[in-house]
Nanobody, 113 residues
Protein backbone atom coordinates (compact mmCIF):
# COMPACT_ATOMS: atom_id res chain seq x y z
CA UNK A 1 0.00 0.00 0.00
CA UNK A 2 1.06 3.57 -0.59
CA UNK A 3 3.17 5.19 2.09
CA UNK A 4 4.45 8.75 2.34
CA UNK A 5 7.10 10.37 4.50
CA UNK A 6 6.93 14.16 4.43
CA UNK A 7 9.72 16.38 5.75
CA UNK A 8 11.14 19.87 5.53
CA UNK A 9 8.61 21.81 7.55
CA UNK A 10 9.47 24.18 10.35
CA UNK A 11 9.05 27.65 11.79
CA UNK A 12 9.73 30.49 9.39
CA UNK A 13 9.15 34.24 9.44
CA UNK A 14 6.67 35.88 7.05
CA UNK A 15 8.30 36.25 3.65
CA UNK A 16 10.55 33.28 4.24
CA UNK A 17 10.96 30.03 2.31
CA UNK A 18 10.89 26.30 2.92
CA UNK A 19 11.33 23.25 0.72
CA UNK A 20 9.13 20.30 1.55
CA UNK A 21 9.95 16.75 0.48
CA UNK A 22 7.84 13.62 0.31
CA UNK A 23 9.34 10.18 -0.22
CA UNK A 24 6.74 7.71 -1.48
CA UNK A 25 6.75 3.92 -1.51
CA UNK A 26 4.42 0.99 -2.05
CA UNK A 27 3.44 1.84 -5.62
CA UNK A 28 5.01 2.69 -8.97
CA UNK A 29 5.80 6.32 -8.29
CA UNK A 30 6.73 7.19 -11.86
CA UNK A 31 3.25 6.19 -13.08
CA UNK A 32 1.26 8.41 -10.73
CA UNK A 33 0.42 12.05 -10.55
CA UNK A 34 1.27 13.52 -7.15
CA UNK A 35 -0.33 16.27 -5.14
CA UNK A 36 0.25 18.36 -2.05
CA UNK A 37 -2.56 19.19 0.33
CA UNK A 38 -2.58 21.15 3.57
CA UNK A 39 -4.73 21.34 6.67
CA UNK A 40 -4.82 24.29 9.01
CA UNK A 41 -6.18 23.99 12.57
CA UNK A 42 -9.96 23.84 12.57
CA UNK A 43 -10.21 23.74 8.80
CA UNK A 44 -10.67 21.02 6.22
CA UNK A 45 -7.79 19.66 4.21
CA UNK A 46 -7.34 21.62 0.97
CA UNK A 47 -5.58 21.13 -2.35
CA UNK A 48 -2.33 23.04 -2.85
CA UNK A 49 -0.66 21.73 -6.00
CA UNK A 50 -0.30 18.71 -8.26
CA UNK A 51 2.10 17.43 -10.90
CA UNK A 52 1.65 14.82 -13.61
CA UNK A 53 3.69 11.62 -13.64
CA UNK A 54 6.16 12.96 -16.22
CA UNK A 55 6.23 16.53 -14.83
CA UNK A 56 4.68 17.74 -18.06
CA UNK A 57 1.99 19.73 -16.26
CA UNK A 58 1.50 21.34 -12.88
CA UNK A 59 -1.59 22.77 -11.24
CA UNK A 60 -1.96 25.13 -8.30
CA UNK A 61 -4.68 26.39 -6.02
CA UNK A 62 -5.63 29.99 -6.56
CA UNK A 63 -4.19 31.09 -3.22
CA UNK A 64 -0.69 30.00 -4.30
CA UNK A 65 -0.42 32.93 -6.73
CA UNK A 66 3.03 32.04 -8.01
CA UNK A 67 4.59 31.57 -4.56
CA UNK A 68 4.89 27.77 -4.53
CA UNK A 69 6.48 25.35 -6.99
CA UNK A 70 5.85 21.61 -7.17
CA UNK A 71 8.42 19.29 -8.70
CA UNK A 72 9.39 15.62 -8.60
CA UNK A 73 12.31 13.26 -9.03
CA UNK A 74 11.07 9.88 -10.24
CA UNK A 75 14.48 8.29 -9.70
CA UNK A 76 14.17 9.12 -6.00
CA UNK A 77 10.43 8.50 -5.60
CA UNK A 78 10.24 12.02 -4.23
CA UNK A 79 7.95 14.98 -4.77
CA UNK A 80 8.89 18.47 -3.61
CA UNK A 81 7.07 21.66 -2.77
CA UNK A 82 9.07 24.88 -2.73
CA UNK A 83 7.33 27.48 -0.59
CA UNK A 84 8.33 31.11 -1.08
CA UNK A 85 6.94 34.40 0.22
CA UNK A 86 5.26 32.56 3.05
CA UNK A 87 2.38 34.19 4.90
CA UNK A 88 0.93 33.45 8.36
CA UNK A 89 -2.14 31.99 6.64
CA UNK A 90 0.09 29.32 5.08
CA UNK A 91 0.50 27.79 8.53
CA UNK A 92 -0.73 24.20 8.26
CA UNK A 93 0.30 20.57 8.13
CA UNK A 94 1.32 19.74 4.57
CA UNK A 95 0.70 16.29 3.07
CA UNK A 96 1.55 14.62 -0.21
CA UNK A 97 -1.07 12.42 -1.83
CA UNK A 98 -1.73 10.27 -4.88
CA UNK A 99 -5.35 9.25 -4.43
CA UNK A 100 -7.02 6.57 -2.34
CA UNK A 101 -7.24 6.50 1.44
CA UNK A 102 -3.58 6.59 2.42
CA UNK A 103 -2.01 9.72 3.86
CA UNK A 104 1.30 10.29 5.56
CA UNK A 105 1.90 12.07 8.86
CA UNK A 106 2.50 15.34 7.11
CA UNK A 107 5.01 18.06 7.94
CA UNK A 108 4.16 21.14 10.00
CA UNK A 109 4.76 24.56 8.49
CA UNK A 110 4.43 27.49 10.88
CA UNK A 111 4.76 31.04 9.58
CA UNK A 112 5.12 33.53 12.38
CA UNK A 113 7.24 36.44 13.48
Amino acid sequence: QAQFVESGGGLVQPGGSLRLSCVASGFTFSNRAMSWYRQAPGLEREFVASITSTSSSTYYAAFVKGRFTISRDNAKNTVYLQLNSLKPEDTAVYYCYTGGSNWGQGTQVTVSS
